[in-house]
């Protein structure tokens, strides 16, 4: 089991700047890639970032590509999803999800594991 508790979620100004954070703990962090997506009211979740097990390789979503940058620090346990520019159309629950292995996608069914999210309100 991986327990993942997503943090640092608010409410922000449009053109503003959040940094999330995924706190993982319970099997060995650096197993597992991981992913941040995102769900807002009546839609459905929406990826936004993969990053691999060994942090070398990320991979974004077309939608926030150069606005929203992920990272993971292993000896931490953590990854984060540092975002730019924010947009009203950028609100929603966002969360973070572990899958096993190497890498992986912007698939929900890649991942085994998800935190219950965090709120992000962008006010414009």
């Known amino acids: 089991q991986v327990q993942l508790v997503e943090s640092g979620g608010g409410l922000v100004q449009a053109g503003g700047s959040l940094r999330l954070s995924c706190a993982a703990s319970?099997?060995?962090?650096?197993?597992?890639?991981m992913g941040w997506f995102r769900q807002a009211p009546g839609k459905e979740r929406e990826f936004l970032a993969a990053i691999s097990w060994s942090g070398g390789t990320t991979y974004d979503a077309h939608s926030v590509k150069g606005r929203f940058t992920i990272s993971r620090d292993n000896a931490k346990n953590t990854v984060y999803l540092q975002m730019n520019n924010l947009k009203a159309e950028d609100t929603a629950v966002y969360y973070c999800?572990?899958?096993?292995?190497?890498?992986?996608?912007?698939?929900?069914?890649?991942?085994?594991?998800w935190g219950q999210g965090t709120q992000v309100t962008v006010s414009s």
């Open positions: 319970g099997r060995t962090f650096s197993n597992y890639a």
């Open positions: 999800a572990a899958g096993k292995g190497p890498f992986s996608t912007r698939f929900l069914s890649s991942y085994d594991y």
